[in-house]
């Protein structure tokens, strides 16, 4: 079975700094995609930013970016200049392309707290 | 609508009872998926949608769960004999294409407690 897991339950920093979270996936498809949400109190799930797997180089979006490393099945998140607004459940996910369609396996997520 | 919309917010309801839930995805997104989040879990994909049919049901955990999308935009998900297990977050969420393709965009989710 497809898996996804996020060994940090939760994770602090300081406002300007740097956090990674990280995330770990085990899956037998050669072609796959990568994910991290973040999920506000609001209780939407906002895409932070996506990796294909077939490219080597890492992701980037602004503050966010990636460490993907496909031999080892990692994928952490690197956010920079910690903001205030950074603050939220952040949830890595993988692509499953099984029963002719295509969904996402999430781990049981990150709790980032941001402290001014 | 700008984003995906679910309705209601917040339901609660009697273990046995029947509930719908609503979603109302971006116009013009043909693949629709529901997914259920219970406390501490990420979410767990219950069914998706390309049009009017269900693609893909395999997620949904029992007969008690079915969904619709009669005219491929608004998708009930409808629970027959409500259980307290079924307590969580049900989220929604639409894409032009495949996820891995075009993102998927949420809505703000409803949750269900059954009491």
């Known amino acids: 079975a497809q898996t996804v897991t996020q060994s940090q339950p939760e994770m602090s920093v300081q406002e300007a700094e740097t956090v990674t979270l990280s995330c770990t996936y085990d899956t037998s498809e050669s072609d796959y995609y990568l994910f991290w949400y973040k999920q506000p109190p609001s209780r939407q799930m906002i895409l932070v930013i996506r990796q294909e797997a077939y490219k080597q180089q890492n992701a980037t979006e602004n503050r966010f970016s990636v460490n993907f490393q496909k031999a080892a099945k990692s994928f952490s998140l690197k956010i920079s200049d910690s903001q205030l607004g ?16 295509e969904k996402l396996v999430f781990g049981k997520g990150t709790k980032l707290t941001v402290n001014p | ?28 997104h043909t693949a629709l998926y529901w997914y259920r989040q219970s406390l501490g ?34 998708s009930t998900l409808k629970i027959q004999r409500t259980e307290r297990g079924d307590s969580a977050v049900y989220l929604c969420a639409s894409s032009q294409g495949a996820s891995y393709n075009s993102p998927l965009h949420f809505g703000n989710g409803t949750r269900l407690t059954v009491t």
């Open chain 1, 86 to 101: 950074d603050a939220a459940m952040y949830f890595c996910a993988c692509t499953l392309l099984q029963g002719g369609s």
């Open chain 2, 1 to 28: 609508g700008a984003g995906v919309s679910q309705t209601p917010s917040n339901k609660v309801t009697e273990k046995g009872k029947y509930v719908e839930l609503r979603c109302d995805p971006i116009s013009g």
């Open chain 2, 41 to 74: 879990q990420g979410p767990e994909f219950l069914i998706y949608f390309q049009g009017t049919g269900a693609a893909d049901d395999s997620g949904l955990p029992n007969d008690r769960f079915f969904a619709v999308r009669p005219e491929g935009s608004v």
